[in-house]
Each structure stands twice: as structure tokens, then as C-alpha cells.
């Protein structure tokens, strides 16, 4: 259970290489610990994503997974929407804490999102995914 944890942003449908459009927080990467939220977009399947990623080697064996990985969907209308109306100059910079990097962060999490099986032959399978949006309220985008 010792061992590092590379995660991956691929994405979940076609597994390519996936643009960060939003760098929303992160802790880490430590060497038993690593957590982040970004928001991904798929050039190929033009189709974005919401991604939360939780290595925790700290965890009891047996009570719970050392990683977790949540995710919803984003229409691209959303990631146009957040590329346009994100307002902080610095977008990919997980470690800002600017308003709108914390409304970012606080509205993901009260989104409730799918988690995905992390082990097993459905790893990350996109299967009944939850799909989020993205509205500007104020002046700062925020998840619903
Ligand atoms: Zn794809
Ligand atoms: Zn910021």
C-alpha cells in the first residue's frame, strides 16, 4: 500500500490526453498524500469534465480506498463559459485563493459528484456520470 500514486487526467471515454482548463485547488503532491480538483476538456471527444483526485496512504486498510476519484460531465458550452467568465489571471494555479478560486472550489464539493470505481475491470468507466454546469452569477462562475 506504500507505493506512489501517479493519477491520471486521461480521458474517461476515448482515454487521449486532456487539456487543464482550470486548476482549481490542490494539496500535494506528497508522498503519501495528493489531492486536487481541475476542470479537463477533450479536444477529441469535445466534451469537458469536472475531476477530483484523493490519494490518502493514511487511510485504515480495509475501511476505505486509498484513492478515490470523482468526476462529472461538462458540456463544452460550460468550458467556453468558464474559459470566458473565470475571473482570476491565473486560471491553471491549483494553489490560488483568490474569490473565485474559492467559490470554485466550494461549489464543486457541494456537487456531489459520481465517484469512479477505482479498481477492478470498470476502472474510471464513464457509466452514469453525473453532469454539471456552469453559471456566472456576480461575476464569478460557479458549478450547479
Ligand atoms: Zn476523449
Ligand atoms: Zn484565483
Same mark, same amino acid.
Not at 17 to 37: C, F, L, T
Not at 56 to 83: K, N, P, Q, Y
Not at 134 to 142: H, I, N, P, S
Given at each position: 500500500?506504500?507505493?506512489? %500514486?501517479? #493519477?491520471? +487526467?486521461? !480521458? *474517461?471515454?476515448?482515454?487521449?490526453?486532456?487539456? =487543464? /482548463?482550470?486548476?482549481?485547488?490542490?494539496?500535494? $503532491?506528497?508522498?503519501?498524500?495528493?489531492?486536487?480538483?481541475? =476542470?479537463?476538456?477533450?479536444?477529441?471527444?469535445? /466534451?469537458?469534465?469536472? %475531476? @477530483?483526485? +484523493?490519494?490518502?496512504?493514511?487511510?485504515?486498510?480495509?475501511?476505505?480506498?486509498?484513492?478515490? =476519484?470523482? @468526476?462529472? /460531465?461538462? /458540456?463544452?458550452?460550460?468550458?467556453?463559459?468558464?474559459?470566458?467568465?473565470?475571473?482570476? #489571471?491565473? $486560471?491553471?494555479?491549483?494553489? !490560488? &485563493?483568490?474569490?473565485?478560486?474559492?467559490?470554485?472550489?466550494?461549489?464543486? =464539493? %457541494?456537487?456531489?459528484?459520481? %465517484? *469512479?470505481? &477505482?479498481?477492478?475491470?470498470?476502472?474510471? @468507466?464513464?457509466?452514469?456520470?453525473?453532469?454539471?454546469?456552469?453559471?456566472?452569477?456576480?461575476? *464569478?462562475?460557479?458549478? !450547479?
Amino acid at each position: 500500500m506504500n507505493k506512489w %500514486r501517479t #493519477p491520471s +487526467d486521461n !480521458c *474517461l471515454i476515448c482515454h487521449g490526453e486532456q487539456e =487543464v /482548463v482550470i486548476g482549481i485547488r490542490e494539496r500535494g $503532491p506528497w508522498e503519501r498524500q495528493h489531492n486536487y480538483s481541475r =476542470v479537463l476538456f477533450c479536444a477529441a471527444c469535445d /466534451v469537458g469534465e469536472l %475531476r @477530483s483526485f +484523493d490519494y490518502d496512504d493514511f487511510v485504515v486498510f480495509g475501511e476505505e480506498d486509498d484513492v478515490m =476519484v470523482w @468526476s462529472a /460531465v461538462l /458540456v463544452t458550452a460550460d468550458i467556453d463559459r468558464l474559459r470566458s467568465a473565470f475571473a482570476c #489571471p491565473a $486560471p491553471l494555479d491549483h494553489g !490560488c &485563493e483568490c474569490a473565485q478560486h474559492v467559490l470554485a472550489h466550494e461549489t464543486s =464539493v %457541494r456537487l456531489g459528484m459520481k %465517484r *469512479l470505481p &477505482e479498481y477492478g475491470p470498470d476502472r474510471h @468507466s464513464p457509466a452514469g456520470r453525473t453532469t454539471a454546469s456552469v453559471r456566472v452569477t456576480d461575476g *464569478l462562475a460557479e458549478f !450547479c
